[in-house]
């Protein structure tokens, strides 16, 4: 968070600096009309490229969309809570009507207690537009499957763009090969 606001602080005097001595003739702005954007660089060692080119993108759109400091402590807040797990999930029974029996449940989950995240809807929200809703993911799927029972039958909602991911594939098998007990389930978009 230091680099944060240091960084912020340099862009601020930056923006000063052009505001007040740039002048293109003919043409008077009001307000600010310089916008930058900025991201910490989170290198993945398997993919330097990748990692810079979505660095850059992310970036690129902070400085579009103008939510420096917001943009920049969601993705702070969301990467925390990917990197801690800090999601707890809920079951929800999925009823047979004819029987009254539970035939199945299905997964909710729920952010870090009180805090903006706890609500599932901001949560999923905040980390798609800060592109970390496939990672999320995956560890929602992960501790479902780590959390249900041999015998369960389990329903995990996940995104369309998660399932299409090109790692979708060796990642579940990864989960999987972690897993020693699997019961059945569905993973729905």
């Given at each position: 968070m230091d ?6 602080r340099?862009?601020?005097e930056?923006?000063?600096?052009i505001?007040a001595?740039?002048h ?14 900025y ?7 398997e993919?330097?490229?990748?990692s ?17 400091t ?30 009254q ?23 999923f929200?905040m ?12 560890i ?36 999987f ?7 059945s ?5």
């Amino acid at each position: 968070m230091d680099v944060i606001s240091i960084t912020e602080r340099y862009i601020s005097e930056i923006q000063k600096y052009i505001t007040a001595h740039l002048h293109i003739p003919g043409n008077e702005f009001e307000g600010d009309y310089f916008q930058a954007g900025y991201m910490v660089l989170e290198l993945n060692s398997e993919t330097p490229i990748q990692s810079l080119q979505d660095t850059y993108q992310k970036a690129l759109a902070m400085a579009k969309k103008s939510r420096q400091t917001n943009y920049n402590q969601m993705v702070h807040e969301i990467s925390e809570i990917i990197r801690t797990e800090n999601i707890s999930l809920l079951s929800q029974p999925i009823i047979n009507v004819e029987d009254q029996t539970i035939s199945a449940m299905e997964v909710l989950t729920r952010g870090p207690t009180n805090s903006p995240y706890e609500h599932p809807l901001h949560l999923f929200s905040m980390a798609r537009q800060t592109n970390l809703l496939y990672p999320l993911e995956l560890i929602v799927i992960k501790k479902a499957l780590n959390q249900m029972g041999e015998t369960d039958i389990t329903f995990i909602n996940t995104s369309p763009q998660t399932v299409a991911h090109n790692d979708f594939p060796s990642d579940m098998d990864y989960i999987f090969s972690q897993l020693s007990v699997i019961g059945s389930f569905a993973i729905s978009t």
